[in-house]
């Protein structure tokens, strides 16, 4: 199979131009070296910018006659390289998520990008650049339908019934805005740091920021707020989750749209995150990680996060379509971590009064002298916080599945089957152990969206835990061992 002949012009246009750039500003940074033979000026840095252009779509002529793919029983056999060649078979047990990904233009041409996924891959095994819309879809379908085990004989006769969709979950315009106004990322907060230099026609408003930047900090809050949901509507817009027999599949964006599957046999952690606001009014999210990688590390930057929003019974009625599980009652660290946690954010402040002070006389202490000690001012909210992170944190064991939850800000909740369980590990700093805590870090094949902790755990109790889990473990593999045993021999 060849790939798209539109995949021709698009490349050729998208690498011409950036290579035909670069040849016209190296040209031009250039055009006054004597050691030229010839001056490069005018028609002749345009002559040079067509030659680039030229070559990159000649060469793109000769990427599509030399790439060759084939679907078969066994994988996907894969033959590309102009002056190398490179033959590639990826076995199809090995292939965990296929998503197709289009943008605007892509989406006018009929054009996707088809990439797969694997175990244990940091990145793309593979990517077909570019193919029909409609081929990749039947590409992403003859995957997992051989994945699955069907034959070739009575495959059309019953594709149909394999195709089945039930409808979980459609994002409707109301959700979507309010999904856009709760779903803030507070990281964007950071670009707070640039306020002083944000308004300088304004006049008093750097003056203001030297004192906490009221003004400014409201300003810049809601413009951040604004492109947080922009940014939240666009990558949502026309979100669909369907369960077609054993996986998920979910559509979304509206500049960039993508179509992917989440294997549900492969499956290692649920995610549930919620935000202070999502908490407040009762909503929450759903992420689904994969042996192939998690959240935020799939090409589509996060698609696989299975429910944007929605209100948390409603989330975990469709996490109970993943996993059965209930959500037992969480055992906090014990009350001495959380004054740790309080000394902690005292000696933060401190640390940064001290560096305010040392910039405040290098500058030649251009404001009043109590305006490096403003930190001290939340001194008395360090036992507030304090107890708040304590509060937020805990670990629970259930039947099946252990539990963790961290975080204030954003609360994230991770469910681990002990099947998926790789390795468990319980760690101590040095300043754990002056209280007796320790930490349990419950890792599976992939924990790339971030691996599921008992954070600060009484030293004894994390020992406890971590045996537990292993023996869980072991148990729940022999179960799993005998009921492949059982159903082999029937």
Not at 61 to 69: I, L
Not at 185 to 197: E, I, T
Not at 215 to 228: C, G
Not at 451 to 468: I, S
């Amino acid at each position: 199979m060849k790939l798209h002949p539109l995949s021709i012009p698009y490349r050729a246009l998208s690498r011409g131009a950036s290579v035909g750039l670069m040849l016209f500003f190296v040209g031009q940074s250039l055009s006054g070296n004597d050691a030229l033979p010839f001056p490069l000026a005018g028609p002749a840095l345009v002559t040079l910018a067509a030659v680039g252009v030229l070559a990159a779509a000649l060469w793109q002529v000769a990427y599509y006659r030399r790439f060759e793919y084939e679907l078969t029983d066994d994988g996907l056999e894969i033959a590309s390289g102009v002056v190398s060649r490179r033959n590639r078979e990826i076995p199809l047990r090995r292939i965990q998520n296929v998503d197709i990904s289009r943008n605007v233009v892509q989406r006018a041409l009929g054009v996707a990008v088809l990439d797969l996924e694997t175990a244990g891959g940091g990145g793309t095994e593979a990517s077909l650049r570019y193919v029909g819309y409609d081929e990749a879809k039947r590409l992403q379908r003859e995957i997992q339908r051989l994945k699955r085990g069907a034959t070739e004989t009575g495959a059309e006769a019953t594709e149909a019934g394999d195709e089945r969709e039930d409808l979980l979950l459609e994002l409707e315009t109301g959700e979507l805005a309010l999904l856009s106004a709760l779903q803030f990322d507070f990281r964007y907060l950071s670009l707070l740091a640039f306020g002083p230099a944000a308004f300088p026609f304004v006049p008093g408003v750097a003056e203001l920021a030297v004192f906490g930047g009221i003004v400014l900090v409201a300003l810049l809050v809601a413009a951040l707020w604004a492109l947080s949901a922009a940014v939240t509507f666009a990558r949502y817009y026309g979100f669909r989750l369907t369960r077609v027999g054993d996986e998920l599949r979910y559509e979304r964006g509206l500049l960039q749209r993508y179509d992917g599957s989440i294997p549900l046999a492969k499956v290692q952690t649920l995610t549930l995150d919620a935000n202070v606001l999502m908490r407040r009014f009762g909503y929450t999210t759903l992420a689904v990680e994969t042996a192939g990688y998690g959240p935020g590390q799939a090409p589509s930057g996060g698609s696989e996060a299975a429910v944007p929003l929605a209100t948390r019974e409603r989330v975990l009625r469709l996490a109970r379509e993943v996993e059965d599980f209930e959500l037992p009652e969480f055992s906090r660290p014990p009350e001495r971590a959380r004054t740790r946690y309080a000394v902690r954010f005292a000696l933060g402040l401190g640390a940064l009064v001290g560096v305010l002070w040392v910039l405040w006389q290098a500058t030649g202490r251009p404001v009043v002298w109590y305006a490096p000690l403003l930190p001290l001012g939340f001194v008395v909210l360090a036992p507030v916080a304090a107890h708040l992170k304590w509060r937020h944190r805990g670990y629970a064991t259930g039947e099946n599945h252990v539990f963790t939850r961290n975080g204030f800000w954003t609360q994230t909740t991770k469910v681990v089957p002990y099947y998926r369980v790789q390795t468990v590990i319980q760690t101590g700093t040095v300043f754990q152990r002056r209280r007796r805590l320790a930490s349990v870090v419950v890792d599976t094949a992939s924990s790339a969206g971030g691996v599921a902790a008992a954070v600060d755990v009484d030293a004894e109790t994390a020992a406890e835990l971590r045996e537990f889990v292993a023996e869980k473990l072991q148990e729940s593999l022999r179960r799993r061992v005998d009921e492949s045993a059982s159903r082999n021999a029937d």
